[in-house]
């Protein structure tokens, strides 16, 4: 005699692209990040004589609302040291993120962000600028990430390309 009652044929589950990027895996359900990051600042154009400076992001901001749309923003300042004087510019911008998932802990990222910026020489004056980024961000944890971005910076005469190294806590 056969112990076998009944035999029966589970169904196949697919994983979809939004259960990828949001999904029940840890690293990916959170969608949004807030860090810091530093970098070196080169200054290009007509200020490109002057010495590589640094950047620091003060805020590194971004925010999923679909699978790959979101909103990005920076609180940020650079710096260049020359005959003892400072130049640079700080700013704060806000736009568009698309982030593309490369892996399950790993996101490719663009960014076009506009707003003010206060160049900084003998005198400061505000100016409209924008920003231009590209960059990896790294989900190591369920609640941190690294990120490593490039961006192209214009405030009034002043433009840099900067990279910059940091860590983010990621939100929900």
């Not at 409209?128 to 690294?146: A, H, M, P, Q």
């Amino acid at each position: 005699t056969s112990e076998i009652e009944k035999i029966t044929k589970e169904d196949t589950v697919r994983q979809s692209r939004n259960q990828f990027v949001y999904g029940d895996n840890d690293l990916q359900q959170r969608k949004g990040y807030i860090g810091l990051s530093i970098g070196p600042s080169f200054a290009v154009g007509d200020l490109s004589d002057l010495p590589v400076g640094l950047i620091l992001n003060l805020v590194d901001f971004g925010y999923l609302f679909t699978e790959n749309i979101g909103i990005a923003s920076k609180w940020f300042g650079t710096a260049h040291m020359e005959s003892g004087e400072t130049f640079g510019v700080g700013g704060l911008m806000a736009g568009l993120l698309v982030s593309t998932p490369i892996n399950e802990k790993t996101n490719f990222e663009s960014k076009l962000l506009a707003g003010f910026g206060a160049y900084t020489s003998y005198t400061s004056d505000a100016y409209f600028g924008y920003d231009l980024g590209v960059g990896l961000r790294c989900n190591t944890s369920e609640k941190v990430s690294l990120l490593l971005n490039a961006d192209y910076i214009v405030v009034s005469d002043y433009s840099s390309i900067n990279v910059t190294f940091g860590v983010a806590f990621r939100l929900k």
